[in-house]
Each structure stands twice: as C-alpha cells, then as structure tokens.
C-alpha cells in the first residue's frame, strides 16, 4: 500500500515557476515508477510526465516538454515536477501517481497504469 501527498501548487503569473513535490509513505516506493497527470477545469485528466523507480528513464507529454522536469529521491520517498515557464493552460489540479509494476511500452501515460493517487494539488496561472 502507498499514500501520496502532494504539496507546492499554488498561484504563480505566467512565465514563473513552480515545483510541486509529491511525499509517498512505504517502505517500497523505490519500487514504484511514479506519474503526474493534471485535470485542466472543465477537461478529462490528462498525462504530465513519468518516471521509472530507478529514476533511470523519463516520460514528458509533448505540450510541456522541455518546460517541466520529473524527478524523484527515492531516499526521501518524494517525487517532484519542476514548472518552469508556466502558461495559463497549465491551469489544473496536478495529481501524483505510483504503478504498482514496470512501465510496458507507452502505458506511463494511461491513467488505468496507476494503482494509487494523491488528493492533488492546485496550479493556477492567470491568464
């Protein structure tokens, strides 16, 4: 079993940044390949980025890539999302992810991967 608490979010004007830091419990989280998905208002939630448990590889959507950096300390048990150059449809809540087996092929970026999330956190970049 993994808890995930995420903290960071919050109200930033467009081009700054933000870093959201995702705080797993269990003994196991090294084992875990981690994702952050965010649901825009009014939208479905969609894939940010992933990374695998030994940090080894990682996995960006194309609409913020080369914007947002994941990164994970598995000695701290936190997984982060490094926002840079924020835009104001980068507006949603931000959730952590952890899948409980190895990523296969391109289901890093399906939520159905993910066995257990955060309570998600707010991102807002007014327009």
């Not at 090294?30 to 825009?40: C, D, E, K, V």
């Not at 940010?48 to 959507?61: D, E, F, L, N, Q």
């Not at 194309?62 to 490094?82: C, E, M, P």
């Amino acid at each position: 079993q993994v808890q995930l608490v995420e903290s960071g979010g919050g109200l930033v004007q467009a081009g700054g940044s933000l870093r959201l830091a995702c705080a797993a419990s269990g003994r196991t989280f090294s084992s875990y390949p981690m994702g952050w998905f965010r649901r825009p208002p009014g939208e479905e939630r969609e894939f940010v980025a992933a990374i695998s448990w030994g940090a080894g590889r990682t996995y960006y959507a194309d609409s913020i890539k080369g914007r947002f950096t994941i990164s994970r300390d598995n000695a701290k048990n936190t997984v982060y999302l490094q926002m840079n150059s924020l835009k104001p449809e980068d507006t949603a809540v931000y959730y952590c992810a952890a899948a409980p087996r190895y990523f296969s092929g391109s289901n890093y970026a399906r939520p159905q991967t993910y066995d257990y999330w955060g309570q998600g956190t707010q991102v807002t970049v007014p327009s």
